[in-house]
């Protein structure tokens, strides 16, 4: 077993190389906007996530689950009472049922004509109310999955449908600034509320002594509050702000211990969400503003949570608020969506939380456990980098608002702006912190700053000073400069700039020390060895580069990217690399080897951020699809799984050989198969077929999908290798016979198997279709030509052959054929025969057989003599013919066209027909002229040989004549006369010709 890889750096410390990085937590998009309920007995939120919905704890902010939709936004949803469904509705009028602990879409519907906005459920679960676009309401028995109401007149998109706490009573708002107020018992409409002058975005109800109340508030900044029996307005408070939501809090909960009073009183508090971006706590009936809590900015929308008793809220930029209702301060804050992560980096002395830098103007400071952030105002545009010190109580950011800024913590964890520099005339791309920075109060900081300006600025900063002061100011590439970083002892620092160069320059003087020239595209990031005097590229050309500093010459360069490399670090005292791309992967390289030791991959995004813990454990990068992701070092954890992992396996082939050494093939096969050991399964399923197939039927009835799946794999395999393909023919011949179409359906990957299985088996089929066709062929061809003199070899057996050929010909109406290797003729008396010479009637088209009054005696049986070939009485009585539809069936063109081939010479033919005659009987199926036949030159005579071929046609009363020499090369023709019983005259030789001329 292969060990850790370990270095020994020059103090003498050994280190274990990193091998694997282990996803340990994603930080991603969760909720984009628009609905965002919460579970009336879970702590789970359910949000919109752009086509699905995320369901999310609500004590972390992780993911649990996601609950896709179709291709279009999720326009609404609403969770049942009990929390057993949750109903979906997206834009395109499709309503999905949702059981939504399982992730299982129980039923779908087309509610509306048009997208449903808003929906409802009522105290008992069964009633939904949906509001759409098409002006109309609908209530459903969600449970049975039919409509019960359909309420029209309503003038607009109906904006929200809520169901009175208490009584069968809908409510709805649409954008004609009304609220209407519907019977469910008589389906008729019970009034409309006219008061406000712009959409109404949220009602509430409540009861101030004997008097029902309803709390509306609008877009049109005013607060109403309704007398419900006289259908008027008791109170109208304004806001001075866009309401987008309004929230009646419990009777049953103290705030700051005024709530008795007020509830002596007949009055009750309500919030108010606006576009100011504050929480707003009115009174009634004094209509006071009794508590305000600020926000990082707009709210969008506002609810209560029964369960946590807290408040919910959500900002424009997609952030979840929790506050408590006591001290009503903010107690968690989820991020839904990072849009795009641009930087990230380690913050804290325990390095426990991250700053991220996103499109936006603010900086989110994450706690990495617990995912609660918290932001950092002060920039007023997008923050575009940032870097911290060692002590991790110190953090630069750099903006496109030209400016830099300090910040620290203090010691309740709380960050604040400290300091500001500017001076940049364009955005400020790249910040660095001296990286002899520490925790002294008194420490002096050296501050780099790199800007799209091309300049490169230095800053001193103090801890107390509420400005940053510049040192000098350089001009330091052509374009823009992406990023910059101090040297381990701050002496030296290293710029990367688009203009394809990464410059190096003494810090103290700002003089330039080298330029290291190489990289093909611009260079995204540059960082320093801790250890050695070498420092690495990464640039846009999909190359890592490192450099060594004595003579600014690459040293080593690193391939493996399919685009950009956005960031590289050093890892393992420098002996490793870590490595960023736009491909969204992360490649761990090791430096002495140049090799790729492993590739993570989480993203789907470029990869612009990565950051990389002080005790090197923990890894954190940051991406384009606005995910983040948390990686922690498991070298020591995979180690020891792989070991562990290997002892096991070593048992179990022991366990795997014992089986097979028993002859419990059975148990050895589905061992083997957890094993994936393809060869000892082919060599168990050898062994099966042989000894017993039911064991190989039991063997596929107890196999699951899974593991039928990984034997069809390897049938694959093997049959596409002519060793095995026996083997694997036979078990796919089991499989097809002995499993349920039903169930090889179910099979994962059988749609991609069974091509792959098709076109591998009718090739097999093809061949050997094509090898009986053609043994077949020489079998009736040896059979025919009555070759005894070559051996009682049963090499073609051509007897089998032929008698397949007589059956079908009994069955087409000829005289009778025995089966078996017999030919049909049958015996007459040998004198008769000695003077009746052997024929052979060729009927063009009709190919019927005909059989003179002889006993069946087999042509090419085992008994067969040399002198019963030989013999003319016998040829005499031979009058065996076949039709043609015989010939169809075991010949096609070209194998008659071989069958012809007479090795160079021109046959004619004395006397009566001998079997060789037969042959013409071809020239229908072939195609061929009735008198020319057209051969080949090597079958017989490869078959025979030249002196048994000559032996052989003498014997059949047959001429032949030599060929000139110059025609050997063309292709000869075997004249035959099938029309006449005499002998066609001779035609003389040239040899004949000369000798008379001579003479």
Same mark, same amino acid.
């Given at each position: 077993?292969?060990?850790?890889?370990?270095?020994?750096?020059?103090?003498?410390?050994?280190?274990?190389?990193?091998?694997?990085?282990?996803?340990?937590?994603?930080?991603?998009?969760?909720?984009?906007?628009?609905?965002?309920?919460?579970?009336?007995?879970?702590?789970?939120?359910?949000?919109?996530?752009?086509?699905?919905?995320?369901?999310?704890?609500?004590?972390?902010?992780?993911?649990?689950?996601?609950?896709?939709?179709?291709?279009?936004?999720?326009?609404?949803?609403?969770?049942?009472?009990?929390?057993?469904?949750?109903?979906?509705?997206?834009?395109?009028?499709?309503?999905?049922?949702?059981?939504?602990?399982?992730?299982?879409?129980?039923?779908?519907?087309?509610?509306?004509?048009?997208?449903?906005?808003?929906?409802?459920?009522?105290?008992?679960?069964?009633?939904?109310?949906?509001?759409?676009?098409?002006?109309?309401?609908?209530?459903?028995?969600?449970?049975?999955?039919?409509?019960?109401?359909?309420?029209?007149?309503?003038?607009?998109?109906?904006?929200?449908?809520?169901?009175?706490?208490?009584?069968?009573?809908?409510?709805?708002?649409?954008?004609?600034?009304?609220?209407?107020?519907?019977?469910?018992?008589?389906?008729?409409?019970?009034?409309?509320?006219?008061?406000?002058?712009?959409?109404?975005?949220?009602?509430?109800?409540?009861?101030?002594?004997?008097?029902?109340?309803?709390?509306?508030?609008?877009?049109?900044?005013?607060?109403?509050?309704?007398?419900?029996?006289?259908?008027?307005?008791?109170?109208?408070?304004?806001?001075?702000?866009?309401?987008?939501?309004?929230?009646?809090?419990?009777?049953?909960?103290?705030?700051?211990?005024?709530?008795?009073?007020?509830?002596?009183?007949?009055?009750?508090?309500?919030?108010?969400?606006?576009?100011?971006?504050?929480?707003?706590?009115?009174?009634?009936?004094?209509?006071?503003?009794?508590?305000?809590?600020?926000?990082?900015?707009?709210?969008?929308?506002?609810?209560?949570?029964?369960?946590?008793?807290?408040?919910?809220?959500?900002?424009?930029?997609?952030?979840?608020?929790?506050?408590?209702?006591?001290?009503?301060?903010?107690?968690?804050?989820?991020?839904?969506?990072?849009?795009?992560?641009?930087?990230?980096?380690?913050?804290?002395?325990?390095?426990?939380?991250?700053?991220?830098?996103?499109?936006?103007?603010?900086?989110?400071?994450?706690?990495?456990?617990?995912?609660?952030?918290?932001?950092?105002?002060?920039?007023?545009?997008?923050?575009?980098?940032?870097?911290?010190?060692?002590?991790?109580?110190?953090?630069?950011?750099?903006?496109?608002?030209?400016?830099?800024?300090?910040?620290?913590?203090?010691?309740?964890?709380?960050?604040?702006?400290?300091?500001?520099?500017?001076?940049?005339?364009?955005?400020?791309?790249?910040?660095?912190?001296?990286?002899?920075?520490?925790?002294?109060?008194?420490?002096?900081?050296?501050?780099?700053?790199?800007?799209?300006?091309?300049?490169?600025?230095?800053?001193?900063?103090?801890?107390?000073?509420?400005?940053?002061?510049?040192?000098? *100011?350089? !001009?330091? @590439?052509?374009?823009? %400069?992406?990023? &910059?970083? /101090? +040297? #381990?002892?701050?002496?030296?620092?290293? $710029? =990367?700039?688009?203009?394809?160069?990464?410059?190096?320059?003494?810090?103290?003087?700002?003089?330039?020390?080298? *330029?290291? !020239?190489? @990289?093909?595209?611009? %260079?995204?990031? &540059?960082? /320093? +060895? #801790?250890?050695?005097?070498?420092?690495? $590229? =990464?640039?846009?050309?999909?190359?890592?580069?490192?450099?060594?500093?004595?003579?600014?010459?690459?040293?080593? *360069?690193?391939?493996? @990217?399919?685009?950009?490399?956005?960031?590289?670090? /050093?890892?393992?005292?420098?002996?490793?690399?870590?490595? =960023?791309?736009?491909?969204?992967?992360?490649?761990?390289?090791?430096?002495?080897?140049?090799?790729?030791?492993? *590739?993570?991959?989480? @993203?789907?995004?470029?990869?612009?951020?990565?950051?990389?813990?002080?005790?090197?454990?923990?890894?954190?990068?940051?991406?384009?699809?606005?995910?983040?992701?948390?990686?922690?070092?498991?070298?020591?954890?995979?180690?020891?799984?792989?070991?562990?992992?290997?002892?096991?396996?070593?048992?179990?082939?022991?366990?795997?050989?014992?089986?097979?050494?028993?002859?419990?093939?059975?148990?050895?096969?589905?061992?083997?198969?957890?094993?994936?050991?393809?060869?000892?399964?082919?060599?168990?399923?050898?062994?099966?077929?042989?000894?017993?197939?039911?064991?190989?039927?039991?063997?596929?009835?107890?196999?699951?999908?899974?593991?039928?799946?990984?034997?069809?794999?390897?049938?694959?395999?093997?049959?596409?290798?002519?060793?095995?393909?026996?083997?694997?023919?036979?078990?796919?011949?089991?499989?097809?016979?002995?499993?349920?179409?039903?169930?090889?359906?179910?099979?994962?990957?059988?749609?991609?198997?069974?091509?792959?299985?098709?076109?591998?088996?009718?090739?097999?089929?093809?061949?050997?279709?094509?090898?009986?066709?053609?043994?077949?062929?020489?079998?009736?061809?040896?059979?025919?030509?009555?070759?005894?003199?070559?051996?009682?070899?049963?090499?073609?057996?051509?007897?089998?052959?032929?008698?397949?050929?007589?059956?079908?010909?009994?069955?087409?109406?000829?005289p009778s054929l025995r089966s078996g290797t017999e030919v049909a003729q049958e015996p007459t008396d040998t004198s008769a025969t000695e003077q009746q010479p052997k024929r052979r009637r060729m009927e063009t088209g009709a190919a019927a057989a005909e059989a003179s009054d002889s006993e069946p005696r087999s042509v090419a049986a085992e008994g067969t003599t040399d002198s019963a070939v030989d013999n003319p009485a016998a040829d005499a009585a031979e009058t065996t013919r076949l039709p043609s539809t015989a010939y169809r069936k075991i010949l096609?063109?070209?194998?008659?066209?071989?069958?012809?081939?007479?090795?160079?010479?021109?046959?004619?033919?004395?006397?009566?027909?001998?079997?060789?005659?037969?042959?013409?009987?071809?020239?229908?199926?072939?195609?061929?002229?009735?008198?020319?036949?057209?051969?080949?030159?090597?079958?017989?005579?490869?078959?025979?040989?030249?002196?048994?071929?000559?032996?052989?046609?003498?014997?059949?009363?047959?001429?032949?004549?030599?060929?000139?020499?110059?025609?050997?090369?063309?292709?000869?023709?075997?004249?035959?006369?099938?029309?006449?019983?005499?002998?066609?005259?001779?035609?003389?030789?040239?040899?004949?010709?000369?000798?008379?001329?001579?003479?």
């Amino acid at each position: 077993m292969k060990p850790l890889s370990t270095v020994r750096t020059p103090d003498g410390q050994v280190l274990h190389l990193k091998t694997c990085l282990a996803q340990e937590k994603k930080i991603s998009v969760f909720y984009t906007g628009g609905p965002l309920v919460a579970a009336n007995s879970s702590a789970v939120f359910f949000c919109a996530c752009d086509t699905v919905v995320s369901i999310i704890d609500a004590n972390t902010g992780s993911m649990i689950r996601e609950l896709a939709g179709d291709t279009e936004p999720v326009m609404s949803f609403a969770v049942s009472p009990d929390d057993s469904i949750l109903v979906v509705a997206s834009r395109s009028r499709q309503v999905r049922v949702f059981d939504w602990n399982t992730g299982v879409c129980i039923r779908s519907f087309k509610a509306h004509d048009g997208p449903i906005v808003s929906m409802d459920f009522d105290k008992t679960g069964t009633l939904l109310a949906t509001g759409s676009a098409d002006a109309t309401i609908k209530v459903w028995d969600i449970k049975k999955g039919f409509c019960t109401h359909n309420f029209t007149g309503s003038g607009g998109v109906v904006s929200s449908v809520v169901f009175h706490p208490e009584r069968l009573e809908l409510f709805s708002c649409s954008t004609d600034c009304h609220i209407r107020w519907w019977s469910l018992l008589t389906s008729k409409p019970l009034g409309v509320l006219q008061g406000h002058n712009s959409l109404v975005r949220g009602i509430g109800f409540v009861h101030s002594g004997d008097t029902e109340l309803l709390v509306s508030g609008g877009r049109d900044n005013v607060v109403l509050i309704w007398d419900l029996e006289s259908q008027s307005i008791v109170s109208t408070f304004p806001v001075f702000e866009t309401v987008e939501a309004v929230v009646l809090l419990p009777m049953s909960e103290e705030f700051e211990g005024k709530r008795k009073k007020v509830v002596a009183k007949g009055g009750f508090y309500f919030v108010v969400a606006g576009d100011k971006g504050v929480l707003r706590v009115i009174e009634y009936p004094s209509g006071k503003t009794v508590h305000e809590a600020p926000c990082p900015s707009k709210l969008v929308g506002c609810f209560w949570d029964e369960r946590s008793k807290q408040l919910v809220s959500t900002t424009f930029d997609n952030t979840l608020l929790l506050h408590d209702i006591g001290s009503f301060q903010r107690t968690k804050q989820f991020v839904g969506s990072y849009d795009e992560v641009i930087d990230v980096k380690f913050i804290g002395e325990e390095q426990t939380h991250i700053a991220v830098a996103t499109n936006i103007e603010h900086i989110q400071v994450v706690d990495v456990q617990t995912l609660d952030s918290n932001l950092l105002q002060g920039h007023t545009d997008i923050v575009m980098c940032l870097d911290v010190a060692k002590d991790g109580l110190t953090l630069v950011s750099g903006a496109k608002d030209n400016t830099i800024r300090v910040w620290q913590a203090d010691e309740d964890g709380v960050w604040d702006c400290v300091a500001t520099g500017s001076g940049h005339a364009a955005d400020v791309t790249t910040v660095t912190l001296t990286a002899a920075g520490t925790a002294d109060p008194s420490q002096m900081y050296h501050i780099l700053s790199g800007s799209r300006d091309c300049t490169l600025k230095l800053w001193t900063f103090a801890t107390g000073d509420a400005s940053l002061e510049t040192v000098y *100011t350089r !001009k330091a @590439h052509e374009k823009d %400069i992406n990023d &910059a970083a /101090f +040297s #381990p002892n701050g002496k030296i620092a290293i $710029t =990367a700039g688009q203009d394809r160069l990464a410059k190096l320059w003494k810090v103290s003087t700002g003089d330039a020390i080298g *330029t290291l !020239k190489g @990289h093909k595209r611009g %260079i995204w990031q &540059a960082c /320093f +060895s #801790p250890i050695d005097q070498v420092a690495a $590229t =990464a640039s846009a050309d999909a190359t890592i580069k490192l450099w060594a500093l004595a003579d600014f010459t690459c040293v080593k *360069t690193f391939e493996g @990217h399919d685009s950009s490399v956005l960031g590289v670090r /050093f890892l393992c005292r420098g002996v490793q690399l870590l490595s =960023a791309g736009a491909d969204g992967l992360l490649k761990l390289w090791n430096i002495r080897t140049t090799e790729l030791v492993r *590739t993570m991959d989480a @993203h789907e995004g470029r990869v612009w951020a990565l950051a990389v813990a002080h005790d090197e454990h923990t890894v954190v990068t940051g991406s384009q699809d606005g995910s983040i992701v948390v990686w922690k070092d498991a070298t020591l954890e995979e180690d020891a799984a792989r070991r562990a992992e290997e002892d096991t396996r070593v048992v179990r082939v022991q366990e795997l050989s014992n089986l097979i050494a028993h002859e419990d093939y059975m148990a050895a096969a589905q061992l083997a198969l957890e094993l994936s050991h393809p060869f000892s399964l082919l060599r168990v399923l050898k062994t099966m077929l042989q000894r017993n197939a039911g064991e190989l039927r039991q063997l596929l009835h107890d196999l699951s999908s899974a593991k039928l799946s990984e034997l069809l794999g390897y049938l694959q395999d093997w049959n596409s290798n002519s060793r095995h393909c026996l083997v694997a023919q036979s078990v796919l011949g089991a499989v097809l016979r002995h499993v349920r179409p039903a169930r090889l359906l179910e099979v994962p990957h059988i749609d991609t198997l069974v091509p792959t299985l098709v076109a591998y088996s009718e090739r097999h089929f093809r061949r050997l279709g094509t090898l009986q066709q053609r043994v077949r062929l020489l079998d009736y061809t040896w059979a025919e030509m009555r070759i005894s003199d070559v051996g009682q070899s049963t090499a073609f057996g051509a007897a089998q052959t032929l008698s397949e050929a007589q059956s079908h010909a009994e069955e087409t109406s000829a005289p009778s054929l025995r089966s078996g290797t017999e030919v049909a003729q049958e015996p007459t008396d040998t004198s008769a025969t000695e003077q009746q010479p052997k024929r052979r009637r060729m009927e063009t088209g009709a190919a019927a057989a005909e059989a003179s009054d002889s006993e069946p005696r087999s042509v090419a049986a085992e008994g067969t003599t040399d002198s019963a070939v030989d013999n003319p009485a016998a040829d005499a009585a031979e009058t065996t013919r076949l039709p043609s539809t015989a010939y169809r069936k075991i010949l096609s063109v070209e194998d008659a066209r071989d069958v012809m081939c007479v090795a160079g010479r021109r046959i004619t033919h004395e006397g009566s027909r001998g079997n060789l005659g037969q042959l013409l009987l071809l020239h229908e199926h072939a195609g061929l002229d009735q008198d020319r036949i057209r051969v080949k030159k090597t079958l017989l005579k490869t078959l025979l040989g030249a002196d048994k071929l000559t032996t052989l046609l003498e014997s059949k009363h047959l001429v032949v004549e030599e060929t000139p020499a110059e025609e050997d090369d063309a292709m000869d023709v075997a004249q035959v006369d099938a029309a006449s019983a005499t002998p066609p005259k001779r035609k003389r030789t040239t040899r004949q010709r000369k000798a008379k001329s001579h003479d």
